[in-house]
């Protein structure tokens, strides 16, 4: 049998080299594999965050019904001293006080942008929050400037053993308290938005 005739066989102890289109593949294969691993991984977890955002979203939404539900019912109480006071309608000064909102929560809210999970809510929807809660945290400081003038005043009164004169206390801080009500006329309307674009989002 010639030479030239006789079939190649491979040797298992010294392979042939692999040529450059083989490696070339192989490498090709183990980075498509690498892309798809870490596409799957990162579709999963924007899917969790997603969900995680939804609940948050749900807890926000169930803080400011809260919120709305506690404005509905100190707003009219406070508007009705306001326009008594203005008017000098106010039979009895003592039963006359505006009662300040300082009870609503942000809670909900603080959890949300302290997770990272705002970057899975739509961004509009994040803007009319933000601006409602800040809205919030100026009516609150507002009421809390309220609150300590009011526990100054008492506290200077008793010092001096002298009754506060709630008539003139009343007129003084009309300002301020016909201040307090359009806040809470504001942000009452900014809480029904608010709540009707988290119901849509």
Do not use: C
Request: proline residues 3%.
């Amino acid at each position: 049998m010639n030479e030239n005739t006789k079939e190649k066989t491979t040797d298992p102890i010294h392979p042939q080299p692999r040529t450059l289109k083989q490696m070339a593949l192989e490498v090709f294969s183990i980075v498509v594999g690498v892309l798809l691993a870490l596409a799957v991984s990162e579709w999963q977890e924007d899917r969790s965050n997603t969900e995680k955002a939804g609940v948050a979203l749900a807890n926000i939404r169930a803080e400011l019904q809260s919120n709305l539900d506690l404005l509905e019912v100190i707003h009219p109480n406070n508007s009705q001293v306001v326009e008594s006071i203005s008017s000098d309608e106010t039979e009895n000064p003592e039963d006359a006080s505006v009662v300040p909102g300082v009870q609503m929560r942000s809670s909900a809210w603080q959890t949300l942008a302290g997770t990272g999970l705002s970057n899975f809510i739509d961004y509009d929807l994040l803007i009319e929050l933000s601006q409602l809660y800040s809205m919030i945290d100026v009516y609150k400081q507002t009421a809390y400037g309220f609150i300590n003038a009011n526990m100054s005043l008492v506290a200077t009164s008793t010092a001096m053993d002298r009754e506060v004169d709630n008539e003139r206390f009343a007129e003084n801080f009309l300002d301020f308290f016909q201040m307090l009500v359009q806040i809470e006329a504001v942000l009452i309307e900014a809480h029904e938005k608010t709540i009707r674009s988290i119901d849509e989002a």
